[in-house]
């Protein structure tokens, strides 16, 4: 498995590199070769404990990403009719959500695509404690307050997170975490 690691990752930046450029000619490509190979020589993991290198699975990532720009459609038809009522009815408030997986690089992609979404921003994070099984907490400003679906949708882009950039243990803690709150309402 380690050993297809590396060509997936060249093959998956160079893709990137010609859907970037719009140019699948072979001069575009060997040119995309040269900087993946630049890419992954400089950003080999470091070795620094405690930033192992994560999982990276390029179809759960374009998933995220496909999820990421309904949100921001969605969001913006709602923010624009807010604000062309004549009266609008925003019901502003602050949420904690607890977040189930407690890597900061998926708490940051989460907390990332909070804040990039119209309506919602993200104000503090609260990291976990693996030590002390404390799980870290988002502040989340939203302009609707619909609690289970604000709840609902950061879960969601939670579980693509940890599909794209998790482990498989921390998608399992995830699922299991999900289920418990869809059969006793707890978060």
């Known amino acids: 498995m380690n050993a297809l690691r590396l060509p997936m990752l060249v ?3 160079i893709v990137l590199w010609a859907l970037l450029w719009g140019d699948f000619g072979i001069d575009n490509l060997v040119a995309g070769l040269v900087i993946a190979l630049i890419v992954t020589v400089i950003a080999r993991p470091t070795g620094v404990s405690g930033y192992e290198a994560a999982p990276f699975r390029p179809w759960w990532v374009l998933v995220l990403c496909g999820y990421f720009l309904y949100l921001l459609v969605v969001s913006n038809l709602s923010v624009a009719r807010e604000i062309l009522r004549p009266r ?30 119209p309506g919602t921003l993200t104000v503090d994070v609260r990291s976990g404690d693996e030590t002390t099984g404390r799980q870290p907490v988002l502040y989340v400003h939203v302009l609707q307050l619909d609690r289970e679906a604000t709840l609902d949708s950061i879960y969601r882009i939670e579980r693509l997170a940890v599909r794209a950039f998790g482990t498989s243990e921390q998608l399992a803690a995830v699922d299991a975490a999900l289920r418990e709150r869809a059969v006793g309402g707890v978060q």
């Open 11 to 13: 093959i998956w930046l």
């Open 88 to 117: 609008p009815q925003l019901q502003r408030a602050i949420i904690a959500v607890p977040l189930h997986a407690g890597t900061d690089g998926v708490v940051t992609v989460v907390a990332n695509a909070i804040t990039l979404t």
